[in-house]
């Protein structure tokens, strides 16, 4: 399989992305050695961090 080398931002972390991973276009245009991009397992983090944010906070 087609693969890109990438590193995420958040963690640091290298990856070989899949050519059916969703980033793997805008990796490719980075033309890069090592292109950065932000993993799953952060964006999923981030998200669920910026879920939290929004919550109502509950009155004391
Ligand atoms: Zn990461």
Not at 18 to 26: A, L
Not at 42 to 58: A, F, G, I, T, Y
């Amino acid at each position: 399989m087609n693969t890109v080398a990438a590193r995420c931002l958040m963690c640091g972390k290298g990856y070989d992305v899949p050519e059916d991973h969703k980033d793997f276009k805008k990796l490719k245009e980075q033309n890069k050695v090592e292109a950065v991009f932000i993993c799953d397992f952060c964006n999923n983090r981030v998200r669920h961090e910026s879920e939290e944010q929004h919550k109502p906070k509950k009155p004391m």
